[in-house]
């Protein structure tokens, strides 16, 4: 089975400065990843997803993530931190096959004025 | 309507009584999925069905009874809840199974008292 590790459950950035989430996936077949962002009381909002193209996937909201296989990553990031940014964010894997999605556990993002 | 809906959004029923979350998705597609969200826990996916058919059943307890009319509603009948089972509660669509993003509706929040 697969699995997403998102490391840091919390994060703080000050306004304005590079936000950084990460992603590690256990894969043995080359997956589809997805990042989506999660505001209070609301569903999930796809965020971008890569599903081998290019390696680096620009999505809404100015964030992009870049596809590393040798490192089994799937990193998160934007240049400069807005306070409608503060949410939680899930990176999540599927294959080509099968049902299923897997979904890391999250990460608070707060944003520091 | 567009996306995927959900009503009601907010949910307080007693142990013992009965109750049905309703989904709708808008977008055309084939797959639909109940996901269970808990407060400090990972996203748990409880029911897929694909074609109005279900193909998962992650070992839910028999209290929850999903129903699936035909592809653009999905239902998850609710009886005899626990206070566990209290959590928001997430349908998702998707284009297919596989590779595909899901969409999400904005959630049920159900109170179990």
């Known amino acids: 089975a697969q699995s997403v590790t998102q490391l840091g459950s919390h994060v703080s950035v000050s306004e304005g400065a590079l936000v950084l989430l990460r992603c590690n996936y256990s894969?043995?077949?080359?997956?589809?990843l997805f990042w989506y962002v999660q505001y209070p009381n609301q569903g999930l909002q796809l965020l971008l997803k890569y599903t081998s193209a290019a390696t680096l996937v620009k999505g809404i909201n100015g964030f992009e993530a870049e596809f590393k296989k040798s490192e089994t990553s799937f990193h998160l990031t934007k240049p400069s931190a807005h306070m409608s940014d503060a949410a939680e964010y899930f990176c999540a894997v599927s294959e080509d096959t099968g049902n299923q999605f897997y979904f890391g556990t999250g990460t608070s993002l707060t944003v520091i004025p | 309507e567009t996306g995927v809906t959900q009503t009601p959004r907010h949910l307080v029923m007693g142990m013992t009584n009965k109750k049905s979350l309703k989904c709708e998705q808008h977008l055309g597609h084939n797959a639909m999925y109940w996901y269970k969200q808990s407060a400090k826990k990972p996203l748990e996916l409880m029911f897929v069905y694909s074609l109005e058919e279900r193909v998962e059943n992650n070992s839910v307890p028999s209290r929850f009874s999903p129903e699936c009319p035909n592809s653009s509603h999905l239902f998850l009948h609710l009886h005899t809840l626990q206070p566990e089972d209290s959590a928001l509660y997430l349908c998702?669509?998707?284009?297919?199974?596989?590779?595909?993003?899901?969409?999400f509706g904005p959630g049920t929040r159900l109170t179990v008292t």
């Open positions: 894969s043995s077949v080359p997956p589809y």
């Open positions: 998702a669509s998707s284009h297919r199974q596989g590779g595909y993003e899901q969409y």
